[in-house]
């Protein structure tokens, strides 16, 4: 049985995105295609669709399940980082609407055995990619050969954890008794490293650490300042771009990205505010607790 992910304000992106049979599509985050399914729907037999991803192993799966839908469809496993490159080469110069819905899938967190979370005992990888490379960063590199500053710095920076400096140090610590491989001895470590009255809380106390080392493995913040840029340009006119962002630095990101464009008379935000799940949705889907929608639309 194929692995479920529920997408995420599913309905107020389509509608925000306005979309209409005919038009040329860039997503930037296929993931399990639950997006997809209902783009695909709504651009028809005329519209174009190209989408990306870096999970050769969920876009395999989306493009499977989407096979019978006919619409000029083309999948990729690429960063989005490269959109620009990906439009080249598909001989796409100018599309209508853009999406990212940013992060992880389901099928990342539950199944891909990469470390994504500390409910199970995982290399540590970290990697969106399937397959990472020799020289593809990964979670275990950053552990184990990273400054006691670098480590600091990131924990502090992607995690927002002001328990950094004590974090970093007990890493530290315990990878000069043996290297930390796997995701139960990192949680353990960090756990450890935090004061007894924090260490039994609602949310898991490696939860920032965790995020923030996914931030740094896969350059989140970067790709996604490099792709709202290059994406903006490559929208034709009247054209609409919607982020789905699941923490806050992401999120202040692309507000500050909409808020200059729209300074500059070069487009319109339709969010004023961010768009957060309703409480259906949170009933149905707990994970989708974070999210945030901006949608904007070029003059
Ligand atoms: C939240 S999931 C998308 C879920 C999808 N909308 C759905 O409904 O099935 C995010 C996806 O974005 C991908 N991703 C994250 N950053 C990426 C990047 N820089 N380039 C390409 N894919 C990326 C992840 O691999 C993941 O599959």
Redesign the pocket.
């Known amino acids: 049985m194929p692995t479920k ?1 529920i ?1 995420v304000l599913l309905q107020e992106t389509l509608e925000g995105l306005d979309l209409h049979p005919g038009d040329r599509v860039f997503e ?8 997809t399914e209902e783009i695909l729907k709504r651009i028809g037999e005329k519209g174009i669709y190209i989408g ?4 050769s192993q ?1 876009l395999a799966q989306a493009e499977k399940r989407l096979k019978s839908y006919k619409v000029a469809k083309i999948f990729r496993e ?4 490269n959109l620009d490159r990906v439009l080249d080469e598909t001989q796409t110069p100018l599309v209508d609407k853009i999406l990212f ?5 389901n099928l ?1 967190l539950e199944e891909s055995g990469r470390g994504f979370s500390f409910k199970r005992d995982e290399p540590l990888l970290m990697t ?1 990619k399937t397959s990472p490379k020799g020289d593809d960063l990964t979670a275990k590199e950053i552990v184990n050969e990273w400054g006691k500053d670098s480590l600091a710095d990131i924990i502090r920076g992607y995690g927002e954890d002001r328990f950094a400096d004590r974090i970093a140090n007990a890493i530290v610590a315990e990878r000069e008794i043996k290297p930390i491989e796997t995701t139960n001895e990192l949680a353990s470590i960090v756990t450890t490293a935090l004061p007894p009255s924090l260490r039994h809380g609602r949310i898991h106390p490696a939860t920032k650490t965790f995020q923030a080392l996914r931030i740094a493995v ?1 350059d ?1 913040l970067g ?1 996604l300042r490099q792709a709202l840029a290059k994406g903006f340009e490559r929208l034709a006119p009247r054209g609409r771009m919607a982020v789905v962002s699941f923490h806050s630095l992401e999120d202040r990101i692309v507000k500050n990205f909409f808020k200059d464009l729209a300074t500059r008379g070069l487009g319109i935000t339709t969010t004023k505010k961010p768009i957060s799940p309703g409480e259906e949705e949170l009933e149905k889907n707990p994970k989708s607790r974070s999210a945030k929608l901006r949608i904007i639309k070029k003059n």
């Open positions: 992910h997408p930037g985050t296929v993931g399990l295609g639950g997006h990306v991803d870096q999970d969920a690429e960063n989005f980082r819905d940013i992060g992880l899938s990342q969106f896969n989140e790709a």
